[in-house]
């Protein structure tokens, strides 16, 4: 299986705070609102049938669902889906969660989504190529794959891991891998190989002293990528 244990138990154990905004999760929720904009402009969300591989505790699957989506969210954390579950029914929007991994589930619903995103999960797993792949057999001729991740830059060591999760202690620390992180150049080469198209690339990037993330160009710590399938 395509998962590191250590990394599923790791977010496991923070589950029941994955909604708390004040938490360890708070710059997930400060950068939802940013990420998911730049989906919808590029994608129109509502009516579209939506997959979010490694989906955690549901923060952007709900929001997508907001949207109008019909959206769904998968991962390989038990403890994580239950609390993406029980917030749905809090919140009264529907999603449908599941427990599966991403290259089985692209092996049942091949070319079945409008949308597939993958969000801050690439630098967690042992074979991140595996997993483009599988966002590209899931997303229908025509429709719209996203990912984001953390750049293998000696500025994104400096900010995400020594500046998040040791100085601002935004994360717990060992949060982040250095050498699991991944240049744009290395992401957009899984995506030409599953055979995906590279529409976009974004960067993010947060001020300490304003405490505000930003959309820019700046690619060298958090980035977005936009791809496509050909039809």
Known sequence: MNADPLEIQKFSELAHRWWDPTSEFKPLHEINPLRLEWINARAAL?????????????????SMARKGADATGIDLSDKALKVADLHSLESGVQVRYELIAAEDMAAREAGQYDVVTCMEMLEHVPDPGAIVKAAATLVKPGGHVFFSTINRHPKAYLYAVVGAEYLL?????????????ITPAELAQFAREAGLQVDGLKGMTYNPLTKIYSLNNDTSVNYMVACSRPL
């Open 169 to 181: 202690r935004m994360l717990p620390k060992g949060t982040h891998d250095y050498g699991k992180f």
């Open 46 to 62: 509502a009516g579209k049938k939506v997959i979010d591989i490694g989906c955690g505790g549901g923060i952007l699957t709900e």
